[in-house]
């Protein structure tokens, strides 16, 4: 039975015209075959939705639980790996690379010290440090090189900067706390054959000096060898007990390059009182004839002085003859290997003024040196015919 359509313009015939060509197409179209029902690019098309939108393709719980372990799977295996090479390559690259920073940081900063805190150099070197990506690059930074050639300048005009009168400067080690009195060429000398290792640690101030007299012993006066004008080193030598723990021991002076200005001995070292006596006897017979022949000699060697000044004696040739009369004695008696080993000294020496209350309140324990390489002559001699010989 035929059903009305609902719309009234509703063409007649036209369900049953449509119902002849679907049973058309059914017998006449070639059906597919199985293959080609689901072809390869919809398999795939099937899976990514799958993937994207689980919601809209059911799957099954098995297949569910089976993908979600296989991507908690990988995330731990990713997870590890990543933590792997964090830990064991990355993390310790980086602290070896911040170890070789802070060792590079600190060499630049203890070279390029002082006044060449805020050189260009050092900034521009620092920056470099800091910028360097791995241990190849920081090895590569020279540092030593362009500060030695930095403090090579600096000293050259500090020590033209800081002379006195005399063309010398003094040089102050600064972690020593030991300063030493030169003259400007050698000074220069000093700056030439040594890099930023020593040049760092040395300043060049003008000097600042003041006669300080002492009264020592011979064995503290250089054994009475020392002359006037002699350049001295001096140490400080302390008497202590082996439970005595405050005590340091070191191998440098305490003031270095001080003058011998004036020396003086106690007034008997020129007391003389001698008698030279030279006998000899013959004998004839039953008959002796001694003969002795003697020479005395008495002097007070500062009155003599002192005579000469009133114009008791001839000024000029006393003092000729009195010239050096002190050093010659000590030198005759090193000669001979007998001397008056009491013999006391005043002294006045050439020393930096901060160093003027180290010398006067250890006068009982500095000793004074000469060094080898402004030794007087007969050390010279004596240093020579040992080596010679």
């Known amino acids: 039975m035929n059903k009305k359509p609902k719309d009234p313009l509703f063409p007649k015939g036209f369900g049953k015209t449509k119902e002849i060509k679907q049973q058309y197409y059914e017998e006449n ?54 933590s792997s090479y964090y830990f ?87 972690n020593e706390s030991k300063d030493v009195l030169m003259n400007s060429a050698e000074a220069i000398k000093i700056v030439n054959d040594n890099d930023a290792t020593i040049l760092s640690q040395i300043k060049f101030e003008k000097p600042n ?25 001096i140490y400080l030598s302390s008497n202590y007990s082996e439970y005595d723990t405050n005590i340091t021991n070191t191998t440098s002076p305490e003031i270095s390059g001080c003058t011998v200005l004036s020396i003086m001995r106690y007034e008997e070292n020129g007391e003389i009182d001698s008698e030279y006596s030279k006998s ?40 000729d003859m009195l010239k050096n009369y002190g050093v010659k004695l000590s030198n005759y008696e090193r000669q001979i290997n007998l001397g008056d080993l009491d013999a006391q000294y005043m002294l006045l020496i050439e020393t930096p003024r901060d160093k003027v209350n180290f010398m006067l309140n250890n006068m009982e324990n500095i000793v004074l040196t000469i060094p080898t390489s402004n030794a007087p002559n007969w050390m010279i001699n004596e240093i020579n015919t040992a080596y010679t010989n």
């Open 280 to 319: 000899n006897m013959n004998v004839k017979g039953n008959t002796t004839y001694p003969k002795e022949n003697t020479k005395a000699f008495s002097s007070n060697v500062l009155e003599l002085l002192k005579g000469s000044i009133i114009k008791g004696y001839d000024e000029k040739e006393t003092i």
């Open 209 to 233: 000096t003041v006669s300080v007299p002492i009264l020592v012993s011979r064995l503290q006066a250089g054994a009475g060898l020392i002359n006037v004008g002699s350049v001295v080193d």
């Open 88 to 174: 064991l390559i990355y993390q310790p690259q980086q602290e070896e690379l911040s170890l070789m920073r802070t060792t590079k940081l600190n060499e630049l900063h203890d070279l390029y010290s002082g006044p060449l805190i805020t050189s260009p150099n050092a900034l521009t070197l620092e920056n470099k440090i800091n910028d360097a990506r791995n241990a190849e690059e920081l090895e590569n930074i020279n540092i030593l090189t362009p500060a030695t050639k930095d403090w090579k300048s600096y000293h050259k005009k500090s020590i033209t900067a800081n002379q006195d009168k005399y063309n010398r400067t003094m040089v102050v080690y600064e």
């Open 29 to 82: 179209l070639p059906k597919p075959n199985k293959k080609d029902e689901i072809s390869p690019l919809r398999k795939l098309n099937h899976k990514i939705g799958i993937y994207l939108n689980p919601k809209s393709t059911k799957i099954t719980e098995d297949e569910q639980k089976r993908k979600i372990g296989i991507i908690i799977t990988t995330l731990i295996i990713i997870t590890l790996i990543i």
